[in-house]
């Protein structure tokens, strides 16, 4: 399913920083520090997987980005580079900590305004703020979300491909249900799928069964798939490095009056939701007209079935900036990409939940995956 994806360019890459050193100049932020993680391959394109030893990026106001990384790791380290800048090492004996404070004073923010990744490890926050004196370090969330919030229309296009991988692998995966079938059996089947159709990674796949599906993430209680349970998968795989995320619920064998009066009530949710979707309408709002819904319906106000928000941000993470939930005040703009996932959960009995990712467009919003048809045909 990938054959015309796309790649995020490194046209695109520097175009983002940028965007990200307006943003400093907007937020008096004299440079970012960003460790091995999605933030540093938004930016740079590198994937570095994160450990004890610090691989970071400097991007500072001006000139030319910095990269940091331990001595042994600088020829791998090179081989990633596609944005072009200075290599700094240091040794095992050495403070790499130390090293970007130095770095920082060659810039000449010896007493600068250093805008830390909001992602990074504490130690490694902690480590360049004993090495400094005069730096001011604060959170560098404005340029960072405030670029990777909103999507360009590439990354747009990765993500209702990633998105409709994802959706295909269930459909492949529910038509496999059988008596006895455990969730990990449904999992696996999911996974291979989505390699198989081309994700980069199959990123993360959760499955449920009868009452289990009434905890919001699964259970590692061992389940046993018979007739009349309730089948709940929630999940997403990678592509390019961009995140899917959708949930599916539907009943192995013939639903119940009770299993379908919810399951109705989960998608009128859902459609009240996208109905409300639009820029300028604050992401509060979202959870608010979710939880109007679910009461009228008899299913308790608040948080008592309905257990989480109804949305979260989506991009190169599961859950990104903004979050759909109350007190959120923050107004949606066109590029901002949210789930939408409302869901009832009765304990001891099941839960059903639907998800669908979507964007916030000009004037209304766009869909990466349609809807859920029916408790009987979820795809």
């Known amino acids: 399913m990938t054959k015309n994806v796309k790649a995020i360019t490194v046209e695109e890459r520097r175009a983002r920083i940028e965007k990200a050193r307006k943003l400093m100049v907007d937020n008096n932020i004299d440079a970012v520090f960003i460790e091995s993680g999605s933030t540093l391959e938004y930016f740079t394109g590198i994937s570095w997987s994160s450990s004890e030893r610090m691989t970071a990026t400097i991007i500072p106001r001006k000139g030319n980005i910095f990269y940091v990384c331990p001595a ?3 020829e791998r380290l090179r081989e990633l580079i596609s944005i072009d800048g200075e290599v700094r090492i240091w040794q095992e004996y050495e403070s790499p900590f130390k090293l970007v404070v130095d770095t920082l004073k060659d810039l ?13 490890r504490f130690f490694l926050y902690d480590g360049i703020r004993e090495a400094s004196v005069g730096l001011e370090m604060v959170n560098a969330k404005p340029v960072t979300a405030g670029c990777r919030m909103i999507k360009s229309s ?19 995966g529910l038509s ?4 006895r079938m455990s ?6 089947i999911v ?33 046993s798939l018979k007739e009349g349970d309730i089948v709940l998968i929630d999940g997403g795989c990678i592509l390019e490095g961009y995140q899917a995320d959708v949930t599916r619920t539907t009943v192995f064998g013939t639903p119940s009056k009770r299993q379908r009066q919810i399951w109705d009530v989960v998608k009128e949710v859902q ?4 109905e409300q979707a639009k820029a300028g309408v604050l992401c509060e709002h979202l959870d608010a007209t979710a939880r109007k819904v679910v009461e009228k319906a008899g299913f308790g106000s608040g948080y008592t079935n309905f257990f989480h928000r109804v949305g979260h941000g989506v991009g190169m993470e599961f859950h990104e900036w903004e979050y759909l939930v109350k007190g959120n005040k923050m107004a949606m703009q066109p590029g901002m990409c949210f789930s939408n996932e409302p869901g009832i959960y009765l304990c001891e009995e099941f839960g059903v939940r639907l ?6 467009t000009e004037d209304s919003y766009q869909t990466f995956t349609p809807q859920s048809p029916s408790i009987d045909v979820p795809i």
């Open 154 to 172: 590439n990354e747009l296009a990765l993500m209702a491909k990633v998105n409709e991988i994802t959706l295909e692998a269930y459909r492949i």
């Open 355 to 360: 998800e669908d990712c979507f964007y916030i």
């Open 108 to 120: 000449g923010m010896a007493s600068g305004r250093i805008g830390i990744e909001e992602y990074a």
């Open 191 to 223: 996974y291979q799928t989505m390699t198989a159709l081309g994700a980069s990674k199959a990123g993360w796949v959760g499955s449920s069964f009868g009452k289990y599906s009434a905890f919001s993430h699964g259970s590692s209680q061992a389940q």
């Open 183 to 188: 969730q990990s059996e449904l999992d696996a």
């Open 176 to 179: 496999e249900l059988k008596e």
């Open 72 to 74: 042994f790791e600088e």
């Open 271 to 274: 459609t009240k939701v996208y």
